[in-house]
């Protein structure tokens, strides 16, 4: 079975500071992707990467970054955390090239950040 | 822009069926997708369609037309365990490798004993 791995289930940091969330996946999938979850708002795109050291946009990509050094894992960083960053933080990954249906998401259990 | 409209909620009895309807306005279509989320739990792959008519698996099916930018997932001999939400994804094109999945709000479906 794929594997999507997040570093941390619950997470407390105060404004400002400087959060790294960690995904790593154990199926060799180029497209990872980092989205946020909040009720009413659903599922919302921050950054994905299509290949290590690539990094693209994703619908609200403000005040966050991304790292991918290697293909199995993709960080998020918050670099100032701000109160309206508290949210559940879900990463996924995908295979490419495979097809339709092969294609989809797997997502890992999720971070709920709080930002005090 | 980019807009996927699904129900909130829902409720249905136990043993019924129900359906769950999706409708998209996106730059492009590459194949739809049905998530289903626990409380709590990450999201999990139901079903994928990218051509016309309906695909079937066990108890849930899901439906696309492309002309009208319309999906359905239903899902029959509702079960308690069934309650969760439901999530419409759309992908977009793949241009420069650039292959965005797009998701709706969720319904929240709730199942009656």
């Known amino acids: 079975d794929v594997k999507v791995t997040q570093s941390s289930r619950y997470l407390v940091k105060r404004t400002g500071e400087k959060v790294f969330l960690e995904c790593v996946q154990d199926?060799?999938?180029?497209?990872m992707f980092w989205y946020r979850q909040d009720p009413g708002l659903g599922l919302r795109l921050i950054y994905f990467s299509y290949d290590v050291k690539m990094k693209e946009k994703g619908d609200i990509p403000e005040g966050y970054s991304v790292s991918r050094e290697k293909k199995e894992r993709f960080s998020l960083i918050l670099e100032s955390a701000s109160t309206n960053q508290t949210s559940m933080y879900l990463c996924a990954s995908s295979p490419v090239g495979q097809g339709g249906a092969n294609e989809k998401l797997f997502f890992g259990s999720g971070t709920q950040l709080s930002v005090l | 822009g980019q807009n996927i409209d699904q129900p909130t909620e829902m409720t249905a009895t136990e043993g019924a069926i129900v359906q769950i309807n999706c409708t998209y306005q996106?730059?492009?279509?590459?194949?739809l997708f049905w998530y289903q989320q626990h409380a709590g739990e990450a999201p999990t792959f139901l079903s994928y369609?990218?051509?016309?008519g309906l695909e079937e698996k066990g108890r849930f099916s899901s439906f696309l037309s492309r002309s009208k930018g319309y999906s359905y997932l239903l899902l029959k001999e509702l079960q308690m365990k069934d309650s969760a939400s439901y999530l419409c994804a759309v992908r977009g094109p793949p241009m420069n490798r650039d292959d965005k999945i797009i998701f709706g709000k969720g319904t929240r479906l709730h199942i009656l004993p």
């Open positions: 996106t730059s492009g279509f590459n194949g």
């Open positions: 369609n990218v051509l016309d």
């Open positions: 199926m060799d999938h180029e497209n």
